[in-house]
């Protein structure tokens, strides 16, 4: 993401921040001079006895998606304002997680000596720790349910450096005091910048870097649809339905250049998600993304922060910032994707229940035909003790034609763990995994690739 329009937001919400500081100085009323005898100070009022501290810090921005616990399941922010508008609020958060890990992997690919080393020779990987991954994020309140967001990633996988993730605006009231435009803004919600698109409901689930809350186990999904764009979306909710369009540059970040080789992404969701009665919840949705021509789409490698399961079917070369995409299956789709995905979900008392259907179509500036992956997978989790314990399993299953490959490709993985929310922001994970490839050529590292083992995982959200 480009700096300059991201510099600019920041700018604008710190002058407002200073003019509301200002502008309350003024108001004060210069003080009385003090007493000679002041009367004793008081001793400090108790607090509310509906105050819980288990409960998480306050929430002050509306329409906001908390970090912590009381975050999960939740999927496009709400109509609900949430808290009251009270005037400007500038409100800071972050998250940050490490884990530790102990994977074994194995190939059977035959030697591919390049300058006197193997290619295909796996990396010795055994227990250790990886290193800590952050994230900061900024929220500003500059009206009444218009709200400015911005997401930094202070430390990843793939980025040691700080780098920006995303910037936005996003408007669920009126700025304009008219009566059909509040009318309006009660099903209406824009979002304008440079976002996590919405495609698909599997990246309200995922691992985001440092954030890791939302996520019921370690890893995420092999076929990871997860981007940034800039462009804006429009949404419109009435009576658990949603429809959502959104129109997008096509690229993880903004250029001029090269306008005949770049197209902009058509990207919608339709679904719908009702509390049918209070134990039960049920959202279906489907997404479909499109993009005609691009020089460098990132649907599938948007996900710049990198894998969990480090060095897993690396060769000896490898490096941790290079090689971040360990385990994962990148269909390469960079010149033009049209992609489906159908997401069922269901929550009864403690059970939820979540899947993803997903085809997607595409192909690389280079090739002369499109190829076609496919991606199942199934989320069975249970909740318990108010959502402080889970626990759950996942199968994930991709399947398709890799460039440059005559017969298809195909990963499968299980995850088994659970977790335990010492405090609503204070997280425990541990999960086993295994995963294997196949279809994979002789000449591939990845040929009878497969790996497994613990991971345990600590995440702070705030």
């Given at each position: 993401?480009?700096?300059?329009?991201?510099?600019?937001?920041?700018?604008?919400?710190?002058?407002?921040?200073?003019?509301?500081?200002?502008?309350?100085?003024?108001?004060?009323?210069?003080?009385?001079?003090?007493?000679?005898?002041?009367?004793?100070?008081?001793?400090?009022?108790?607090?509310?006895?509906?105050?819980?501290?288990?409960?998480?810090?306050?929430?002050?921005?509306?329409?906001?998606?908390?970090?912590?616990?009381?975050?999960?399941?939740?999927?496009?922010?709400?109509?609900?304002?949430?808290?009251?508008?009270?005037?400007?609020?500038?409100?800071?958060?972050?998250?940050?997680?490490?884990?530790?890990?102990?994977?074994?992997?194995?190939?059977?690919?035959?030697?591919?000596?390049?300058?006197?080393?193997?290619?295909?020779?796996?990396?010795?990987?055994?227990?250790?720790?990886?290193?800590?991954?952050?994230?900061?994020?900024?929220?500003?309140?500059?009206?009444?349910?218009?709200?400015?967001?911005?997401?930094?990633?202070?430390?990843?996988?793939?980025?040691?450096?700080?780098?920006?993730?995303?910037?936005?605006?996003?408007?669920?009231?009126?700025?304009?005091?008219?009566?059909?435009?509040?009318?309006?803004?009660?099903?209406?919600?824009?979002?304008?910048?440079?976002?996590?698109?919405?495609?698909?409901?599997?990246h309200f689930r995922r691992t985001d870097n440092g954030h890791a809350v939302y996520n019921p186990f370690v890893g995420n999904y092999m076929m990871d649809a997860f981007t940034t764009e800039i462009g804006a979306e429009v949404y419109l909710r009435a009576r658990g339905v949603i429809a959502m369009a959104a129109l997008t540059g096509g690229e993880v970040r903004g250029t001029v250049?090269?306008?005949?080789?770049?197209?902009?992404?058509?990207?919608?969701?339709?679904?719908?998600?009702?509390?049918?009665?209070?134990?039960?919840?049920?959202?279906?949705?489907?997404?479909?993304?499109?993009?005609?021509?691009?020089?460098?789409?990132?649907?599938?490698?948007?996900?710049?922060?990198?894998?969990?399961?480090?060095?897993?079917?690396?060769?000896?070369?490898?490096?941790?910032?290079?090689?971040?995409?360990?385990?994962?299956?990148?269909?390469?789709?960079?010149?033009?994707?049209?992609?489906?995905?159908?997401?069922?979900?269901?929550?009864?008392?403690?059970?939820?229940?979540?899947?993803?259907?997903?085809?997607?179509?595409?192909?690389?500036?280079?090739?002369?035909?499109?190829?076609?992956?496919?991606?199942?997978?199934?989320?069975?989790?249970?909740?318990?003790?108010?959502?402080?314990?889970?626990?759950?399993?996942?199968?994930?299953?991709?399947?398709?034609?890799?460039?440059?490959?005559?017969?298809?490709?195909?990963?499968?993985?299980?995850?088994?763990?659970?977790?335990?929310?010492?405090?609503?922001?204070?997280?425990?994970?541990?999960?086993?995994?295994?995963?294997?490839?196949?279809?994979?050529?002789?000449?591939?590292?990845?040929?009878?690739?497969?790996?497994?083992?613990?991971?345990?995982?600590?995440?702070?959200?705030?």
């Amino acid at each position: 993401m480009t700096a300059p329009p991201l510099t600019r937001i920041a700018a604008f919400v710190g002058a407002l921040a200073f003019a509301g500081t200002a502008a309350a100085q003024q108001a004060v009323t210069p003080p009385e001079p003090a007493a000679a005898n002041p009367p004793p100070a008081e001793a400090p009022a108790d607090p509310p006895a509906d105050v819980n501290p288990l409960d998480g810090r306050p929430i002050t921005i509306q329409h906001y998606r908390p970090l912590d616990k009381r975050g999960i399941n939740v999927f496009e922010t709400s109509k609900d304002p949430g808290v009251e508008y009270t005037g400007f609020k500038l409100d800071w958060g972050a998250a940050f997680t490490s884990q530790v890990q102990s994977l074994s992997h194995s190939n059977s690919a035959d030697a591919n000596i390049v300058a006197g080393v193997n290619t295909n020779q796996l990396a010795d990987i055994g227990f250790g720790f990886n290193n800590a991954t952050a994230n900061l994020y900024l929220n500003a309140q500059i009206a009444k349910g218009i709200r400015v967001a911005l997401t930094s990633y202070l430390s990843a996988r793939h980025h040691p450096e700080s780098w920006v993730k995303e910037g936005y605006l996003q408007i669920d009231g009126s700025p304009i005091d008219w009566i059909p435009a509040h009318a309006l803004m009660q099903f209406l919600t824009m979002r304008v910048g440079h976002f996590e698109i919405n495609y698909g409901d599997a990246h309200f689930r995922r691992t985001d870097n440092g954030h890791a809350v939302y996520n019921p186990f370690v890893g995420n999904y092999m076929m990871d649809a997860f981007t940034t764009e800039i462009g804006a979306e429009v949404y419109l909710r009435a009576r658990g339905v949603i429809a959502m369009a959104a129109l997008t540059g096509g690229e993880v970040r903004g250029t001029v250049l090269s306008p005949g080789q770049r197209g902009p992404s058509l990207i919608g969701k339709l679904g719908i998600d009702r509390q049918v009665r209070p134990n039960l919840r049920v959202r279906l949705t489907g997404s479909m993304y499109r993009n005609e021509k691009s020089l460098s789409n990132t649907l599938y490698g948007g996900d710049r922060a990198g894998s969990r399961y480090y060095y897993v079917l690396e060769n000896t070369t490898a490096a941790e910032a290079a090689q971040f995409t360990s385990g994962n299956i990148n269909p390469g789709f960079r010149n033009s994707v049209t992609a489906l995905q159908l997401n069922p979900f269901v929550k009864f008392g403690g059970l939820e229940v979540f899947g993803v259907i997903e085809r997607a179509r595409g192909q690389a500036v280079t090739e002369a035909a499109e190829r076609t992956f496919n991606q199942q997978a199934v989320d069975v989790v249970y909740r318990m003790s108010g959502d402080t314990l889970h626990v759950g399993a996942r199968y994930n299953r991709v399947a398709g034609q890799l460039a440059g490959m005559a017969a298809d490709v195909a990963g499968r993985r299980w995850q088994v763990g659970g977790g335990w929310f010492i405090t609503p922001g204070l997280l425990a994970k541990a999960e086993y995994v295994t995963q294997t490839f196949d279809g994979y050529p002789v000449t591939s590292i990845r040929h009878g690739g497969q790996f497994k083992g613990m991971m345990l995982e600590g995440v702070v959200a705030f």
